[in-house]
């Protein structure tokens, strides 16, 4: 399910998903699939992706943030950029 924000220009799924797109083009890709399993990101596309998050959101991710886990899929980038970025405005 989607959320009307989702769709916005400037939401943040919609930002990783066209940085994606440069690795997968041509494939459907849901934001629940894993992208490591299918091949589609590498370790190289995952350090620009890395530093894609860190200048597109302002934030900065650290050595805890750095788990396969938030990075296998577009939801779960989507979920760290949110508890990153609302850390920053708590702090």
Same mark, same amino acid.
């Given at each position: 399910?989607?959320?009307?924000?989702?769709?916005?220009?400037?939401?943040?799924?919609?930002?990783?998903?066209?940085?994606?797109?440069?690795?997968?083009?041509?494939?459907? =890709?849901? #934001? +629940?699939? #894993?992208? &490591? *399993?299918?091949?589609?990101?590498?370790?190289?596309? *995952?350090? +620009? =992706?890395?530093?894609?998050?860190?200048?597109? &959101?302002?934030?900065? =991710?650290?050595?805890? #943030? =750095?788990?396969? #886990?938030?990075?296998?899929?577009? *939801?779960?980038?989507?979920?760290?950029?949110?508890?990153?970025?609302?850390?920053?405005?708590?702090?």
């Amino acid at each position: 399910m989607t959320t009307p924000s989702e769709h916005s220009e400037d939401s943040p799924a919609k930002k990783v998903r066209a940085f994606l797109g440069r690795y997968f083009r041509n494939q459907e =890709l849901r #934001d +629940d699939e #894993d992208m &490591f *399993a299918k091949k589609i990101i590498n370790s190289v596309a *995952a350090m +620009d =992706l890395v530093l894609f998050i860190e200048k597109q &959101f302002a934030v900065k =991710l650290g050595p805890a #943030d =750095l788990k396969l #886990d938030n990075f296998r899929t577009i *939801a779960a980038i989507v979920a760290m950029i949110e508890r990153k970025t609302q850390s920053s405005h708590a702090a």
